[in-house]
């Protein structure tokens, strides 16, 4: 009985001041909304990595050159390590692709474009990484024997320069060096940190030719016959790579499995969480203190009328619980907007990301919020029910 | 008859050493129930200090003061919070009702802080506010109310929980000729019907309601007029 009217003091007190009661909660809005819509947001991000190496295939190796240990030399991966990969000694070894990247411009008429991923590789690139052509042609390996100037282009590229014409066929600049585009790629989307689709991918020849002169591959894909085999295809390719490159220690090179290349992503993405995580966390808490500094105000411009409440016999828990309940309305209140605000903004797409909603952060921020709300407001509020009945009266 | 008030070498200090002011130095008062009593003194002379211990408001420094023969110097916040609830009613010179809030809902607060029930609670306040002569502007705020209105209002409020003693400090210190007739008439009818009144005025026409005026001086009781 008496909890319900002291509830409606409350009430009457945030409705008294609806302007400032408004923008404290606007402060627990905010953070609220953005603790769930990062988590969501960073959540998006690492499933999208897991979708784009499960796109990759259960059956891929991806060799990368290691720096050497001080006082050894380390080889460089080359196209002639890629050759020798497949054949006799590697039965389990189904295809491996020479790569090489590069960082390069592309210009189209008036237009240039800042090309995410410049590739050089062979046909066989395309099947190890699910890429699939929307328009034209890939290249074949005659392209690759002929060093011909010929780019297959991602979708992001293909939107970039060739904005309301049809790519194939016609002649782009990249670095300066003409190249005809002979097909565009299916999009795939984001893969969460980069835009999978801005990417361009040219015969390895051409691409060592032109770009990055013929020193060590970026990497070497290894595709086995199946993902059973990936294991013996494994130790295949570390056999021979250690007797070409006259391995006894560490080796110059690393393997990483589709399933390393997730651990290793996936933590990656985690920190990027984290990371989202707790700016949100401080946003919160930034609230938080709006609603102690609210409060604190509230209570030393109504002195008076705590003065006149203890003076016809309002005990101190009545005092207390009634800026309690004010300060845990307006968290609660901000919590509930906060909610879905976060939940309407994560249906949207935020920064090439896809949010996916993890429902415990929803709890959890709400949850938080109320706390918030007792947490901040407690000192104010014992403040008020301290106050002795004539301090308070006088009070101007 | 038996005293409801009964205050013996009561005492009061602000601050201390060398700075300290004396307010009361051992004042002695006994009111009777059904009494009304007017006291009077120059500023400074103690008796709004004095009022406010009676009414629970402030705790004396030294001395026993007896309400309904209850010490109240045994009393915790808590428990002297209840009292002011209860055994008190206390009406201001600058009215204090509580601002945006309605003649009611004002009139019902240490109803509600009593733990009354809704219907009862309006019941009574009502009832209140009617002996006021204010039954038509129940759901006016203070300030769509004159200053006359304020005060009988917070009169509804003194009188509504039905407490052992009235206080008033210069009720009508802020209120023009008419309004504080208005106001003396309603404690003269309070009293009348048997309620126990003490006022704090200036002013000797007020005091002449009163059945004895109590002048106070430097803290003590100077003397009594009857």
């Known amino acids: 009985m008496r909890v319900f009217e002291i509830a409606a003091f409350a009430v009457r007190g945030l409705t008294a001041n609806k302007m400032r009661s408004g923008l404290t909660t606007l402060g627990i809005l905010i953070g609220v909304a953005s603790v769930i819509l990062l988590i969501a947001v960073g959540n998006g991000a690492s499933s999208a990595v897991q979708q784009s190496i499960a796109g990759l295939g259960t059956n891929i190796l991806t060799i990368s050159p290691q720096r050497a240990q001080p006082g050894s030399t380390a080889k460089p991966l080359t196209t002639a390590d890629a050759a020798a990969l497949v054949g006799a000694d590697s039965p389990d070894v189904k295809y491996a692709s020479p790569v090489v990247s590069a960082q390069a411009t592309a210009g189209y008429g008036d237009t240039t474009h800042d090309i995410g991923q410049f590739i050089g590789s062979d046909p066989r690139y395309f099947n190890t990484t699910n890429s699939a052509v929307a328009q034209g042609n890939l290249f074949s390996d005659n392209d690759v024997q002929q060093a011909r100037k010929v780019v297959v282009i991602g979708a992001t590229v293909a939107t970039e320069l060739f904005p309301g014409t049809e790519p194939v066929g016609k002649s782009m600049l990249v670095n300066n060096i003409p190249f005809t585009v002979v097909g565009v790629l299916a999009a795939k989307g984001s893969s969460g940190l980069q835009d999978a689709d801005d990417m361009v991918v040219a015969p390895l020849t051409t691409t060592q030719n032109a770009l990055t002169g013929y020193g060590s591959l970026t990497q070497i894909v290894v595709q086995a016959q199946s993902a059973d085999a990936l294991p013996n295809a494994q130790a295949q390719v570390t056999t021979i790579l250690n007797g070409r490159h006259k391995i006894t220690g560490t080796a110059d090179y690393r393997i990483l499995s589709q399933d390393q290349l997730l651990t290793a992503r996936t933590a990656t993405t985690e920190t990027f969480t984290v990371l989202l995580a707790s700016v949100a966390a401080i946003s919160l808490l930034v609230g938080g203190i709006g609603i102690t500094n609210i409060m604190l105000v509230t209570v030393t411009e109504r002195i008076r009328e705590i003065g006149i409440r203890k003076a016809v016999g309002a005990p101190r828990s009545s005092i207390l619980g009634q800026f309690l309940i004010e300060a845990t309305l307006l968290s609660l209140f901000g919590g509930a907007l906060g909610v879905a605000a976060g939940m309407i903004g994560s249906q949207f797409t935020i920064a090439g990301i896809q949010p996916v909603l993890v429902p415990s952060s929803v709890l959890l921020a709400f949850a938080v919020s109320a706390l918030i709300g007792l947490f901040f407001g407690s000192y104010p509020a014992s403040r008020a029910a301290k106050l002795r009945p004539i301090e308070a009266l006088r009070h101007e | ?226």
């Open chain 2, 1 to 226: 008859m038996s005293p409801v008030i009964e205050v013996r070498d009561l005492r009061k200090t602000y601050g201390s050493g060398d700075t300290a002011v004396h307010a009361l130095r051992g004042l002695d008062l006994t009111v009777e129930k059904g009494e009304y009593i007017a006291i009077m003194g120059a500023s400074g002379s103690g008796k709004s200090t004095l009022l406010n211990i009676l009414g629970c408001l402030d705790v004396p420094s030294g001395g026993k003061y007896l309400l309904d023969r209850i010490d109240t110097g045994e009393f915790d916040e808590e428990q002297l919070s209840l009292l002011r609830n209860r055994k008190i009613g206390f009406v201001f010179q600058s009215f204090n009702l509580v601002p945006r809030t309605t003649a009611l809902a004002n009139v019902e607060l240490p109803l509600v802080y009593a733990g009354v029930r809704r219907p009862q609670r309006r019941e009574r306040a009502l009832a209140a506010l009617d002996l006021v002569g204010l039954g038509d502007r129940t759901h006016h705020r203070p300030n769509e109310l004159s200053g006359g209105q304020q005060q009988r209002v917070a009169i509804a409020r003194a009188l509504v929980t039905s407490p052992a003693i009235v206080l008033a400090d210069e009720p009508t210190g802020n209120l023009d000729t008419d309004s504080s007739r208005e106001v003396l008439g309603i404690l003269d009818r309070l009293n009348a019907s048997g309620r126990t009144v003490v006022l704090i005025t200036h002013e000797d026409e007020v005091a002449a309601h009163a059945m004895r005026t109590v002048r106070v001086v430097d803290g003590r009781v100077a003397g009594v007029l009857v």
